[in-house]
């Protein structure tokens, strides 16, 4: 193969750290852009330089020779766009949320396996060094049995607004947009077990107030600030989800809440040490008859420009040299399978099982 020829689909805020992680790639060429926006897609291929452009994914995958896209589009559009490109024999990068709910993401996967063609999720976390360290750790048994932990990634005002608060373009708010991140995190530590079952519930308690402003910096590219949006999604949600390794995992996620400072966090407790992630890495264990904390000393490089250029590199090379994915679609599926269960159990008030 010689260059690795890359089209973009959806070229909202997200696509620009795709773009970007290709651009410093010299094994790649972008060939191909596409958005319904119409001058959006112009903007992005005038700053970047791309040859083609479109409005509708069908016709790009029809006119252009492309190894790989990325699907950066709204979530209603992540099945879709990536089964259009599987079908057209196209490897495909989907950005998370793997899909709107499991059944859809059952259908990709099917499609995957029938082209032949990868189909990696984007999951960005898997590309963080913090990431791997714990992962690691986990390996080597220095936690002994992990049997409990606490994730969470939560925000004070933190409403994307646009498509993102709509539930029929989106499929949920911060559970499927934040939650998503923390869920595929917490597994792909552990080995990832196979999550048995799930309870949640989720809240709508600040949304329908009109004297705050429930947005914060990171707002979807149609959302204006000035104009009204729907918001028919939870502002937060919490969760608590047994792995079939014995593991309870509790969850909480927000986009608008009343926590001093939104975070991202993932801490867990096993037979022989605990271990936190955030603000740095640190294990509580024990040795002799004391009991010990220790830290690494050690400073990631995790920057939010540096994993996608680790995670486009990756999609890169599963195409060139077929190695295994780091972020396969069977990953995405039990993700969303959770994802769909914590909704459920919210809507039903019981524990629902997961298959
Ligand atoms: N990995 C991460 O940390 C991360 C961060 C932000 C967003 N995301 C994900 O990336 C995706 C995009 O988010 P964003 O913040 O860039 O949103 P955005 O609103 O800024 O951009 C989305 C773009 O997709 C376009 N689009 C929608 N449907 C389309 C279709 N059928 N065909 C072509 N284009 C279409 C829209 O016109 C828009 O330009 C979402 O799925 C989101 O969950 C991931």
């Avoid at 089209?7 to 319904?36: F, M, R, W």
């Avoid at 969470?152 to 608060?165: A, E, I, L, Q, V």
């Avoid at 509580?284 to 990631?300: Q, R």
């Avoid at 396969?328 to 993700?335: F, N, R």
Wanted: charged fraction near 25%; hydrophobic fraction near 40%; include cysteine.
């Amino acid at each position: 193969m010689d260059k690795v020829k890359i089209g973009i689909i959806g070229t909202g805020s997200i696509s620009n750290v795709h773009i970007q992680g290709y651009k410093k790639l010299p094994n790649v060429e972008i060939v191909a852009a596409c958005d319904i926006n119409e001058e959006r897609v112009k903007a992005a291929a005038e700053k970047y330089d791309i040859p083609n452009v479109f409005t509708d994914y069908n016709e790009m995958l029809n006119s252009v020779e492309l190894d790989g896209v990325s699907v950066c589009t709204w979530n209603n559009a992540h099945a879709p766009a990536s089964i259009a490109a599987l079908k057209a024999g196209v490897n495909v990068l989907c950005e998370k949320p793997m899909a709107m709910n499991a059944e859809e993401a059952e259908e990709m996967l099917k499609v995957a396996e029938e082209s032949g063609k990868l189909l990696m999720i984007g999951f960005v976390k898997r590309f963080e060094e913090k990431t791997a360290a714990v992962k690691r750790f986990i390996e080597r048994g220095e936690l002994g049995e992990v049997y409990y932990g606490k994730i969470g990634y939560t925000r004070r005002r933190g409403n994307p607004g646009g498509w993102f608060s709509n539930k029929e373009l989106s499929g949920g708010g911060p559970l499927i947009d934040l939650g998503v991140h923390v869920i595929d995190q917490v597994r792909y530590v552990m080995g990832k077990p196979k999550a048995v079952s799930a309870y949640g519930a989720t809240f709508d308690k600040i949304a329908s107030r009109t004297d705050i402003d429930p947005t914060g910096e990171y707002v979807a590219a149609d959302h204006s600030k000035s104009g009204e949006f729907i918001n028919n999604v939870e502002d937060s949600a919490i969760g608590v989800i047994k792995f079939d390794n014995g593991a309870t995992i509790f969850i909480e996620t927000s986009w608008v809440q009343h926590v001093k400072e939104g975070q991202t966090y993932l801490e867990l407790y096993g037979s022989h040490a605990g271990i936190s992630l955030e603000p740095k890495l640190q294990i509580a264990g024990d040795k002799d008859e004391f009991m010990v904390n220790w830290e690494p000393v050690f400073t990631p490089n995790d920057g939010f420009g540096i994993i996608f250029d680790r995670e486009t590199a990756h999609f890169v090379e599963c195409i060139q040299k077929g190695i295994p994915c780091r972020c396969p679609a069977e990953d995405g599926l039990e993700v969303m399978k959770i994802l769909d269960a914590i909704y459920k159990s919210a809507e039903t008030g019981k524990e629902i099982d997961i298959k």
